[in-house]
């Protein structure tokens, strides 16, 4: 089969959509097709990094997808609190959905859904066959016996306050709140001074988070720091997979 694209990814989620603007900055003249079978490239998240996680060449890169920036961030636990002062940079699945959109056009193809992937070749379900010189699968965690993972679980919720919340930085863990069945700790991003997204985060062997436990869990933090919340603006959620061990090989 004669290859229609130099690069295909399948799933445009945060992972491809990173490989495919860096390689269109380093590679211009390189065909590459991004597919989802989702609406929007991205989803609906929020990711964040701290300025050290990236060298400055990779943070002039990467500046069209940051949507906020504060200079210091808070921690607490129930016998230590610090302000740490070092860079926080927040990225939402929005404007990462808008500038993989203006800078791929006609080549995202997103409610597409995805029948087969091989190494040079791509069948949709509506059984288009597509080549490519190398295929990409990003479409996200499958389970494996090969590996022992546990789960970053989270319900995250952007509320409008009626009055100010009162944070100039992140605290990005509160680690004082009841620990419930495994590592717990409270997440907040202030993103205008009445805008905070809250998100209630545990670290637990399976992906059982309760998601109405967890989104009192949120009202009730919110009561606890004097935060008056009045309208939710969007919530996200989320099971991450942290690989504990494993046969790499395999």
């Given at each position: ?12 989620g ?13 590679q ?12 929007q ?24 997808l ?12 129930p016998?230590r ?16 959905a ?10 995202l ?23 490519a ?9 499958a389970a494996?016996?090969a ?12 509320w409008r ?25 409270v ?8 805008r905070?997204l ?21 009202c ?7 935060w008056?919340l ?10 991450l ?10």
């Amino acid at each position: 089969m004669q290859p229609h694209y130099d690069l295909i990814l399948v799933g445009a989620g945060l992972a491809n959509g990173l490989i495919a603007l860096r390689l269109q900055q380093q590679q211009p003249d390189m065909r590459i097709l991004l597919i989802d079978a989702a609406p929007q490239a991205g989803g609906n998240h929020t990711w964040s990094f701290h300025h050290d996680d990236l060298t400055e060449s990779q943070h002039r890169w990467i500046a069209p997808l940051v949507v906020h920036h504060w200079p210091d961030y808070q921690v607490r636990f129930p016998t230590r609190r610090r302000k740490l002062n070092s860079g926080y940079f927040c990225i939402t699945s929005q404007r990462f959905a808008e500038v993989l959109q203006r800078q791929f056009g006609p080549h995202l193809w997103m409610d597409t859904a995805v029948a087969e992937v091989n190494a040079e070749s791509v069948r949709l379900k509506k059984g288009q066959v597509i080549g490519a010189r190398a295929v990409i699968d990003g479409r996200g965690y499958a389970a494996n016996s090969a590996l022992s993972v546990g789960f970053q679980a989270f319900i995250g919720q952007e509320w409008r306050l009626s009055q100010p919340h009162g944070l100039s930085s992140p605290i990005i863990m509160d680690a004082t709140v009841d620990q419930q069945n495994g590592y717990r700790f409270v997440y907040s991003l202030p993103l205008s001074p009445t805008r905070l997204l809250i998100e209630d985060t545990h670290y637990i062997d399976n992906a059982t988070l309760d998601p109405e436990r967890a989104r009192q869990n949120i009202c009730d933090y919110a009561a606890q720091q004097g935060w008056q919340l009045q309208t939710l603006l969007r919530e996200e959620q989320g099971a991450l997979p942290i690989t504990l061990s494993g046969n790499a090989d395999a």
